[in-house]
């Protein structure tokens, strides 16, 4: 029931959804006696086209998020495991093209290949069902095993967990898969904007994680991004920033994380 009230939810509050919809009410009504109304509603989507063109307010949402945890400059000595979340490609292209098709978050995997080298007795788990409504049949997981082998990892060295279809979902058959053991050390590998997400869904699984954020989308603090012109760019950013945003939210009002934005612990 969450995942498809999250999913319809989301193409509610999708800012590019809502943005579409004013664009054709306000046109619509130009063609009625409420010209007036219509006027007003495309004069406020003009000026949030504007605004979004103009001002990085997705930056500096992403850039607090990306921030909450360091880049690990020095990994732990010694490695028992390494989880990386799915959201690397595109299950549907790669099947119906018949050639590996990833996005641009696919540094986790060039992370999770780097650090299974560096760490060659380590656990590997990669988790990743799917995430669409529509498609569950197409489970990442069963896609994925020769782009890891492409990257030099062995598949056969690999738990690959398919069924899960949010991040709570990642953590908790993850964990169930890996069974890690009391003082054991595992990396989490996840995209820098969603690891607060990731890691408040693993310490609610009961599962304590070394956070190894990839796939930064900022420069550093939100306070040296600067305005721009650029509608497609701002937008997507606030897009996928409110996404996250609004993620932490209702993982942390359905308890599914252990706190509204989880950060380092002591």
């Known amino acids: 029931m969450f995942f498809t009230l999250s999913k319809v939810l989301w193409f509610l509050a999708d800012p590019g959804n809502l943005l579409l919809i004013a664009l054709v009410v306000g046109v619509v009504l130009l063609w009625t006696r409420w010209r007036a109304a219509g006027r007003a509603v495309l004069t406020l989507a003009l000026a949030g086209a504007v605004f979004f063109s103009v001002v990085p307010i997705g930056s500096w949402l992403f850039a607090d998020l990306e921030n ?11 490695v028992d495991g390494i989880v990386v979340l799915g959201g690397v490609l595109s299950q549907k292209i790669t099947r119906d093209r018949g050639q590996i098709t990833v ?16 760490y060659p007795t380590a656990t590997l788990v990669f988790s990743g069902g799917s995430g669409s409504l529509l498609n569950q049949d197409l489970k990442e997981a069963h896609f994925v095993a020769p782009l890891l082998a492409r990257l030099g990892v062995d598949p056969g060295r690999v738990l690959f967990e398919d069924r899960a279809r949010n991040t709570a979902e990642n953590a908790t058959f993850s964990h169930a898969l890996a069974d890690p053991q009391p003082g054991e050390t595992w990396l989490l590998i996840t995209s820098a904007f969603h690891m ?12 304590t994680v070394v956070p190894y954020p990839v796939d930064f989308h900022t420069t550093g603090p939100a306070d040296e991004i600067s305005v721009r012109f650029n ?18 939210l209702a993982y942390w009002l359905t308890d599914r994380t252990d706190t509204l934005l989880p950060g380092p612990q002591a």
């Not at 909450?68 to 010694?78: A, G, H, S, T, Y």
């Not at 996005?103 to 060039?110: C, I, S, T």
């Not at 607060?196 to 599962?207: D, L, Y």
């Open 231 to 248: 509608f497609l760019s701002g937008l997507g950013s606030f897009r996928a920033a409110l996404h996250e945003w609004l993620g932490l």
């Open 103 to 118: 996005n641009d978050a696919v540094e986790r995997l060039l992370a999770f290949a780097q650090l299974a080298q560096r």
């Open 196 to 207: 607060p997400r990731a890691v408040g869904c693993f310490r609610r699984a009961g599962w």
């Open 68 to 78: 909450r945890f360091p880049v690990v400059d020095q990994p732990p000595e010694r």
